[in-house]
């Protein structure tokens, strides 16, 4: 079943004016009334499944992932590492390589202007090179692996530019560039500058400038601060979100650090073993977790704005998606778990606002039975 289709809109903080304790304590101003959504689907992921393929099998390292973006939405993406973010990631922007191919499912994205969605799975390579910069843009965690070594900022800039609008002078590019890496916080002169002059903070935001080139419509970053240090992280997620509010581009944000996405992001997804396990607004998820993983990764981080609690952690680590364990992928370390959880594979369905993908709320009637045997296993009777 596609995740979160037919849903009621997310009650997005921006839409209903809703704060969280922590909302957008990055940037140390009144929250942002998120402008830049407006309610429309950008991005409508249905079904997406990815395996990477080899003689000895088959890896599905993103399994039936549905989602929604909305224009000018921040979603973010949470998971333990090996959960299948940065294979989401390059799926959603078809930048996979062998041995990784996507069997099944459809990104459908609707560009400004565009009268109907595209499903990108079945686009041309030359069609995708079209839309990317474009109205797609990537961010990636290295900006060095990003970023050309051998060429100054401004020659990387120009051709990205020109790509798009060949009819675009040196000089008018020139003077775009200066504004874009204003835009990041950097200046007109670092143009002249080759990656390996810049630090790792600058070069990441050299690369948020780079991705906002051409104005896209969607911008995805994986973990794009997790190589600089705190302090800078906090300023580039600070001017993402401000430019964010200007440009009114929608983010999908991966990162295993959820406490930080409870600050950044409008709408969370949780991924565990190459699904998605729960997704709703980062208040609701902060909040309410309903999935026992979303709880664990919850108490694993320190709260950003709150006085420090005591950390538990997630015991155990995530399975081998070469032999995944049957039914719920988490029960080995669930410490919920009942007895249909070894057996039973649950589903995404609504819960409340949320969308959760555990038989505690999703199981049915059958299901009762066991979980009152699992309480009273619990009171010892
Ligand atoms: N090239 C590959 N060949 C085979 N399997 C792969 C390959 N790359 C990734 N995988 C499998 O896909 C799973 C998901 O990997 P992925 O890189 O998407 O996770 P991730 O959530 O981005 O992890 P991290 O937080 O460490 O970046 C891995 O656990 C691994 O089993
Ligand atoms: S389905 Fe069962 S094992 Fe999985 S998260 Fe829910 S309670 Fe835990
Ligand atoms: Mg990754």
């Known amino acids: 079943m596609p995740g979160d289709h037919g849903e009621t809109p997310p009650t997005a903080r921006g839409n209903t004016g809703e704060t969280p304790p922590t909302a957008h304590g990055i940037t140390g101003e009144t929250p942002p009334t998120a402008r830049g959504i407006t309610g429309e689907t950008l991005l409508d992921v249905r079904g997406l499944t990815v395996e990477y393929v080899s003689e000895q099998g088959s890896v599905r390292a993103c399994d039936d992932v549905s989602f929604t973006v909305r224009r000018g939405e921040i979603l973010g993406v949470a998971g333990e590492s090996g959960s299948g973010k940065s294979t989401l990631i390059t799926a959603l922007t078809r930048l996979e390589r062998p041995p990784a191919v996507t069997t099944a499912g459809e990104i459908l994205f609707r560009p400004r202007g565009a009268a109907k969605p595209v499903d990108l799975v079945g686009l041309l390579e030359r069609d995708l090179r079209k839309l990317r ?53 950097l200046t007109a002169g670092q143009a002249n500058r080759y990656p390996h002059e810049l630090s790792g903070g600058t070069r990441q935001r ?147 606002d949320q969308q959760v993908a555990c038989l505690l709320h999703t199981g049915g009637p059958t299901l009762g039975h066991a979980r009152k045997e699992r309480t009273d296993d619990a009171l010892g009777h």
């Open 133 to 185: 910069w474009r109205d797609m843009a990537i961010v990636l965690q290295s900006a060095m692996n990003a970023l050309n070594p051998v060429m100054r900022l401004e020659a990387q800039f120009t051709d990205v530019l020109r790509e798009h609008d060949c009819t675009l002078s040196r000089r008018t590019a020139r003077e775009r560039t200066a504004e874009l890496l204003t835009l990041v916080g």
């Open 206 to 352: 050299a690369t948020i400038a780079l991705a906002l080139a051409c104005g896209p419509d969607l911008v995805v970053m994986d973990e794009p601060t997790t190589a600089v240090d705190v302090v800078m992280q906090r300023q580039i997620l600070a001017n993402l979100l401000r430019l964010r509010e200007r440009l009114a581009f929608a983010v999908v944000f991966v990162t295993h650090d959820l406490s930080l996405l409870v600050e950044l992001a409008d709408r969370i997804a949780i991924m565990y073993a190459g699904r998605i396990v729960e997704i709703g607004t980062a208040a609701d998820l902060y909040h309410h977790p309903r999935h026992p993983y979303t709880e664990g990764l919850r108490a694993s981080f320190p709260p950003l704005r709150e006085p420090v609690r005591r950390l538990s952690g997630i015991p155990g680590s995530p399975p081998d998606l070469r032999d995944p364990p049957p039914g719920c992928a988490f029960h080995p370390r669930c410490p919920q778990r009942f007895a249909p959880c070894d057996s039973v594979l649950p589903v995404l369905g609504p819960v409340g």
